[in-house]
């Protein structure tokens, strides 16, 4: 997996996974990637800087962006900001949402089965890397 910034036409910056550089390639070739704030489909690639690590003899100060599990949880909270948990009807919304060729998110639960149909169907889908807060009590 891969993650890259990415910005809309009106300035919204975002975060999204790829499986690699080819896969944002070719969804961003068909349209299928999109800004979660407003929906535009003229999105690119923002600059991002380089991950350098600090001078060993420099002390550095913690920030959660340093530890993976902190930002993981920023990451999950900003997706379920932006997103509608359906549960497990979310093979159902899916593909309602494919078709109709809106550009809402929305999470929940699928079974192998149907992910593989929504995704011969050509309905774009991510595995998200966290259970969704929905479901924590479960």
Known sequence: ???FDLVCDAAHRFEAWFG????????QARGLVSCPMCGSAKVGKAVMAPAVPAKSNQRRESVANDDPAARL???QRAFEANSTYVGDRFA???RAIHEAG?????HGEATPDEIKALRD???PLLPLPF???AR???
Not at 20 to 27: F, G, K
């Open 73 to 75: 949880l920023m990451l």
């Open 121 to 123: 169907d050509g309905v």
């Open 131 to 133: 259970r969704p807060r």
């Open 20 to 27: 690699s550089s080819a896969d944002y390639e070719d969804q």
């Open 92 to 94: 159902a919304e899916a």
């Open 1 to 3: 997996m891969i993650v």
């Open 102 to 106: 809106e550009t809402r998110s929305v």
């Open 136 to 138: 924590s009590d479960a």
